[in-house]
């Protein structure tokens, strides 16, 4: 059983940043794509941010851009989400979620959908405090 392990989130005040982390564990599983989702209370879980393994193309969502950096270190297969810049509304739980290869073609864009995701993080909050 693959699951993925999440760390750094926290409280910060307007303004700040943080970095998540995220790992997956348990039996050897090489993603294809790994990607950030955040709910916030009472919304819907929306795209964060994703990256392709191989290649480290990202996409993200637009109220983040510019703000928000995911890298992957592929030698300790983790992926990090530094978040600058943090506003009130970024206040949420921040789940990992990692895409195995793909049956056909697609491009990183295609993983801005929580359904390209098999694997889920059982989520880490973050808080902004203004």
């Known amino acids: 059983q693959v699951q993925l392990v999440e760390s750094g989130g926290g409280l910060v005040q307007v303004g700040g940043s943080l970095r998540l982390s995220c790992a997956p564990s348990?039996?050897?599983?090489?993603?294809?794509?790994m990607g950030w989702f955040r709910q916030a209370p009472g919304k819907e879980r929306e795209f964060v941010a994703t990256i392709k393994r191989t290649t480290g193309s990202t996409a993200y969502a637009d109220s983040v851009k510019g703000r928000f950096t995911l890298s992957r270190d592929n030698a300790k297969n983790t992926v990090y989400l530094q978040m600058n810049s943090l506003k009130p509304e970024g206040t949420a739980v921040y789940y990992c979620?990692?895409?195995?290869?793909?049956?056909?073609?697609?491009?990183?864009?295609?993983?801005?959908?929580?359904?390209?995701?098999?694997?889920w993080g059982q989520g880490t909050q973050v808080t902004v405090s203004s």
């Open positions: 979620a990692a895409a195995p290869t793909p049956a056909y073609a697609s491009s990183i864009s295609d993983f801005t959908q929580a359904s390209r995701y098999d694997y």
């Open positions: 348990g039996r050897t599983f090489s993603w294809y794509a």
